[in-house]
């Protein structure tokens, strides 16, 4: 199992991989890429507060697929919060 240090850096290599794909993708131009990141940002928090809206609170306590897709929300949030999520 890769310790810490060693997720954290392929972490940050895969990011760095993926930002110049999203340049590129905008023929080089960074106001472009920046300008659908912000817009993929803002419709997966949409997307992720309707998907809250539509799940029961009660419901997800339970041990379900429903509780695993209540977690991948948890991620989400995580994520769009600025956390580095655990590279496996």
């Known amino acids: 199992m890769p310790d ?3 997720r954290q850096t392929h972490y940050a290599e895969a990011l760095e991989r993926d930002v110049d794909r999203a340049i ?8 472009a890429a920046l300008r659908a990141a912000i817009v993929a940002h803002s ?17 997800t306590r339970q041990q379900s697929p429903s509780r695993r897709a209540s977690e ?6 995580e994520i769009s919060a600025g956390q580095l999520p655990a590279v496996e």
């Open 4 to 6: 810490p240090a060693s």
């Open 72 to 77: 991948m929300l948890d991620r989400w949030r």
């Open 43 to 59: 419709f997966l928090l949409e997307e992720i507060e309707r998907l809250t809206r539509a799940v029961s609170p009660g419901f």
């Open 24 to 31: 590129a993708a905008c023929d080089q131009n960074v106001r």
